[in-house]
């Protein structure tokens, strides 16, 4: 199934490594203060909390993070089924979910994911908790000419839960926001507490209805978890200026279509775009209580 595993290919720096296993790559990310923070340049920040390589075909591309222990990533197979392989040096145990859990959104054509030889049938949104401790999980496309997009999340868990697909009719929907104030939307929360269980992964998904291009402000921040933003819906020209950082020390990424952002807990989350667009969301840390956050005022950022 593929190339034997590489070489590790290293960037400059301390804080990235790739490790390519047969067709999967590895990008691990280290912690960043937020006082080390206060000193980046564009290029830093985009470094340490943009990830702007999640979908390639025929490939599994991973991100390692050391916020949460998260692991964000793509797999977008095409004629031949792709494996979620595991990696000694960063998940450090013989299968991938042998002690964590994980979150799968289909954001394009329909395909299926396999796990334990029990098929899962996604259609375009859909999505799928699979449970700690499955074995073998294979993702493959219905048609390669209009490939499955699995969008992947996991954080680690202490307990085995159902593996379950959630639709996105099944989703717990909130419509939000005004045309005013240009942030009308509507949140589905689909691995959530009132949905499916699980240990601590809660993730969703954030429309913007056409016109609308502010998302999560007046904007908040929560210290008891973290948060990975991936926002998709963009046309090629389109972008997303996502604002992070201290709320009294606000910086800003440029996002493109496919990319997602890596929101420590200090940090700010809030974003605007050229256009409508959607993302997803996921969460780990403390709890998994969708309304633990601490509001900003307006007139503290800076």
């Not at 206060?38 to 470094?47: A, I, Q, S």
């Not at 979150?103 to 329909?110: A, M, R």
């Not at 780990?284 to 956050?293: A, F, L, Q, S, V």
Request: one cysteine or more; charged letters at 25%.
């Amino acid at each position: 199934m593929g190339p034997p595993p590489g070489p590790d290919v290293r960037k400059a720096g301390l804080h990235r490594v790739f490790r390519e296993v047969s067709i999967m790559m590895i990008d691990v990310r280290q912690v960043s203060h937020p006082e080390a923070v206060r000193r980046y340049d564009t290029e830093e920040l985009r470094r340490h909390f943009l990830i702007e390589r999640l979908f390639e075909p025929g490939k599994v591309l991973l991100t390692y993070s050391h916020i949460e222990r998260f692991v964000i990533g793509g797999a977008t197979p095409q004629s031949v089924p792709l494996k979620l392989e595991s990696d000694k040096a960063t998940i450090g145990s013989p299968n991938f979910l042998d002690r964590r859990e994980l979150g799968v959104f289909n954001i394009g054509g329909p395909g299926k994911v396999e796990v334990d030889g029990t098929t899962y049938v996604l259609g375009h949104r859909d999505a799928l908790y699979v449970a700690q401790g499955s074995k073998d999980v294979h993702f493959s496309s219905d048609s390669p000419d209009h490939p499955a997009k699995f969008y992947l999340l996991s954080t680690p868990a202490h307990h085995r839960y159902e593996t379950k697909v959630v639709r996105i009719a099944e989703a717990k929907k909130m419509d939000l926001g005004d045309q005013a104030t240009a942030n009308k939307r509507s949140i589905y929360q689909m691995i959530h507490p009132d949905v499916v269980q699980s240990c601590q992964l809660v993730m969703g998904m954030t429309q913007l209805d056409a016109g609308n291009m502010w998302n999560t402000m007046p904007c908040h921040v929560h210290d008891r978890r973290s948060e990975v933003y991936l926002y998709f819906d963009l046309a090629a020209d389109a972008r997303v200026i996502h604002l992070m950082g201290e709320p009294d020390q606000t910086r800003h990424l440029v996002v493109a279509d496919g990319q997602a952002i890596l929101s420590p807990p200090w940090s700010i989350h809030s974003g605007v775009g050229t256009r409508a667009y959607t993302f997803i969301w996921g969460m780990g840390g403390d709890n998994i209580d969708y309304t633990d956050m601490d509001m900003v005022a307006m007139d503290q950022l800076r």
